[in-house]
């Protein structure tokens, strides 16, 4: 008969950490296996998601931020998802040399098929009510302390405490 193995750490700031990561990734491979049926990736529903939040058109540096991610990540992420017809860029007139994201017919109809989230809710769906409160008050917290020790200037305004 096999015994079980178990395992130690002493650090609960690293367990905490990992145990995070963890549930980061069993939930984006759970949110990346329902979206296939559309095409996208889960950063790729995020991002139409923020425009679609942020009334249908946006900046880069606007998605970048919302996504807590390095505008130049973005910029290929973009590029990408204008190949695949789902975006497209537009002359910004309210500044030179800028330019704004919109979705196409194709990038919205398929943002609006993207808001169902069944796996999402079916993650959650674990935890009471007020469980997912004190969570989503915790990541809050977590994300804003992480981003302000890195001196970050450029917060992301969604979701905030209250939200």
Known sequence: MASKKTYRCDDQDHVGWFLLEQTRNAIYKARALELEQYGVSPV??????????????????????????????????????????????????????AVSIVLTAEGRDICDK?????????????????????????????????????KVRNRPPFPTAGS
């Open 44 to 97: 790729q529903a995020g991002v139409m998601f923020v425009i679609h939040t942020l009334g249908g058109k946006t900046r880069p540096a606007e998605i970048a931020r919302w996504l807590v991610r390095e505008p130049h990540s973005i910029s290929g992420l973009l590029s990408r998802m204008e190949r695949d017809g789902l975006l497209q860029r537009e002359s910004d007139p309210e500044r030179k040399n």
């Open 114 to 150: 993207t808001f169902r989230r069944e796996s999402v809710r079916q993650v959650f769906s674990g935890l009471s009510e007020e469980e997912r409160k004190e969570l989503m008050g915790s990541l809050i917290r977590l994300r804003d302390r992480a981003l302000k020790d890195r």
